[in-house]
């Protein structure tokens, strides 16, 4: 039986190798009888600024309440994006500002440093491409974005397991060798 799948691509372009990578990923998981919806940051109108207090008394523009919607309605969760100065490009981020509030995807407890994830009973696959090699991503700089998205982020509201697959070195690879990511990820899909 299938699974609902919500497969976010983070990249600013569209037609982007992270792009590829998202389509290869759906095509693989709808290809196993999965149940496959894409969201492409790049073509959501949002503001990703928290300009108030708090994200959650900002005006909700609908792509913010399409994007809860879709998080609700998915039992697996597939974030595709590059790594850029270490972390995710800013498109992403600000989603996650606006998206995952506090009373939606987290709670405080009252009196309390801990606090509750709200959004468990789902799974989530990090997809990011990057111009190091991966050994050396996680080596010389420890991996900071997947660990912030993967622990701080995604974990943190109650989603696990956070599964994550690293590509690189992008830059001056063959076009062999990005169709072998893309049979990889397209793989991937069909079986997470």
């Known amino acids: 039986m299938g699974r609902k799948v919500l497969v976010v691509l983070g990249h600013p372009r569209i ?13 693989g998981a709808a290809g196993a009888g999965h149940d496959v919806r894409r969201l492409d ?11 108030l207090t708090s994200a959650k008394d900002q005006p909700t523009e609908p792509e913010i309440i399409r994007s809860r919607e879709l998080i609700e309605w998915c039992e697996h969760l597939v974030l595709v994006y590059p790594t850029w100065w270490g972390t995710t490009p800013a498109l992403l981020k600000g989603w996650f ?3 995952f509030v506090s009373d939606w995807a987290f709670r405080t407890r009252e009196d309390s440093p801990l606090w509750d994830g709200l959004l468990g009973g ?8 990057m111009d190091a090699p991966p050994w050396a991503h996680r080596l010389l700089f420890g991996a900071p974005g997947v660990k912030a998205i993967k622990y701080a982020t995604l974990r943190f509201c109650g989603i696990k397991p956070v599964k994550t697959k690293l590509i690189g070195s992008v ?11 893309l049979s990889s990820v397209e793989r991937l899909g069909a079986v997470d």
């Open 97 to 99: 500002d606006r998206v």
């Open 15 to 27: 037609d982007s190798y992270c792009g590829a990578l998202a389509t290869a990923y759906a095509t």
């Open 171 to 181: 830059k001056g690879s063959t076009p062999s060798r990005r169709e072998k990511w």
């Open 122 to 129: 789902r799974s989530a696959r990090i997809i990011t491409t």
């Open 41 to 51: 940051l790049a073509e959501s109108e949002f503001d990703p600024v928290v300009r």
